[in-house]
Antibody, heavy 120, light 110 residues
Framework: QVQLVQSGAEVRKPGASVKVSCKASGYIFIDNYMHWVRQAPGQGLEWMGWINPNNGDTNFAQKFQGRVTMTRDTSMNTAYMELSRLRFDDTAVYYC?????????????WGQGTLVTVSS | NFMLTQPHSVSESPGKTVTISCTRSSGDIASTYVQWYQQRPGSSPTTVIYEDNQRPSGVPDRFSGSIDISSNSASLTISGLKTEDEADYYCQSYDGTIVIFGGGTKLTVL
């Protein structure tokens, strides 16, 4: 069965960076794009971008361009999302989410989420 | 990019039917597929509707999706409400290669 297992909670100071991992299993990793979506406390879902694990191509929401990096390690079936120059309002649960490969950018599986807390 | 607007909250009694709307700000609602996700408290989202009106396996047929061209909106309808349906619901579509989520609707079943 498809599983996306994310790394554990992180605490960072403002201005620092954080890197979250997402290990995929149960399918061929390079066959599906991977999205990253975040959710601030009590707020809705916010799409950050996607990575094509097959070739490393990425596409980011304009809001995060210049601050987010998405990479993958195909030997480890793992996707990574790194967010730099953290601010207090980056405190959120960060999800990786597998694209369903329909061509319509839907998601069919989600990771369990990683809480990133930005605190001084 | 367009926006997807949902009501902040809806409530209904068990056994009744509720409809959650998702209105597209510009462009035709029928031009791109809409997905719907359910998120129960403390859990990751799950898909309840994809491609406007398709249900993933395991999702009860009490859940249905539709689009209305006249109001440029998509709708999620849940019939025979159960207390377990109480959750946040998000619509999602796309603009080219950009993914767009609605703001979410909190469904209370009381």
């Amino acid at each position: 069965q498809v599983q996306l297992v994310q790394s554990g909670a992180e605490v960072r100071k403002p201005g620092a960076s954080v890197k979250v991992s997402c290990k995929a299993s149960g399918y061929i990793f390079i066959d599906n794009y991977m999205h990253w979506v975040r959710q601030a406390p009590g707020q809705g879902l916010e799409w950050m971008g996607w990575i094509n694990p097959n070739n490393g191509d990425t596409n980011f929401a304009q809001k995060f361009q210049g601050r987010v990096t998405m990479t993958r390690d195909t030997s480890m079936n793992t996707a990574y999302m790194e967010l730099s120059r953290l601010r207090f309002d980056d405190t959120a649960v960060y999800y990786c989410a597998r694209d369903d490969s329909s061509g319509w950018w839907g998601v069919d599986y989600w990771g369990q989420g990683t809480l990133v807390t930005v605190s001084s | 990019n367009f926006m997807l607007t949902q009501p902040h909250s809806v409530s209904e009694s068990p056994g009744k039917t509720v409809t959650i709307s998702c209105t597209r700000s510009s462009g035709d609602i029928a031009s791109t597929y809409v997905q719907w996700y359910q998120q129960r408290p403390g859990s990751s989202p799950t898909t309840v509707i994809y491609e406007d009106n398709q249900r993933p396996s395991g999702v009860p047929d009490r859940f249905s999706g539709s689009i209305d061209i006249s109001s440029n909106s998509a709708s999620l309808t849940i019939s025979g409400l159960k207390t377990e349906d109480e959750a946040d619901y998000y619509c999602q579509s796309y603009d080219g290669t950009i993914v767009i989520f609605g703001g979410g609707t909190k469904l209370t079943v009381l």
